[in-house]
């Protein structure tokens, strides 16, 4: 799976958040302690939060298996 930096509007990069090759959108939270909001493709909000980048992978993996 392959990230990208995401890009607003103007074309400028958005700091902290990135792109999958299938469109999913993965931004990093610093709360107390970093947290990774996913959101779909088209999605307006996150549908999964994960814990760190191997969780992340876990989650999208599951939810392409299921949209399948």
């Known amino acids: 799976m392959k990230w990208a930096a995401k890009r607003n509007r103007d074309g400028e990069i958005v700091h902290r ?3 999958t090759d299938s469109g999913y959108t993965v931004a990093e939270c610093r709360l107390p302690e970093a947290r ?3 959101t779909r493709p088209g999605g307006d909000l996150p549908f ?3 814990k760190n980048r191997d969780e992340v992978i876990g989650i999208i993996e599951q939810d392409q298996a299921r949209q399948a």
């Open 36 to 38: 990774y909001p996913i």
């Open 48 to 50: 999964a939060y994960a």
């Open 17 to 19: 958040c990135w792109v």
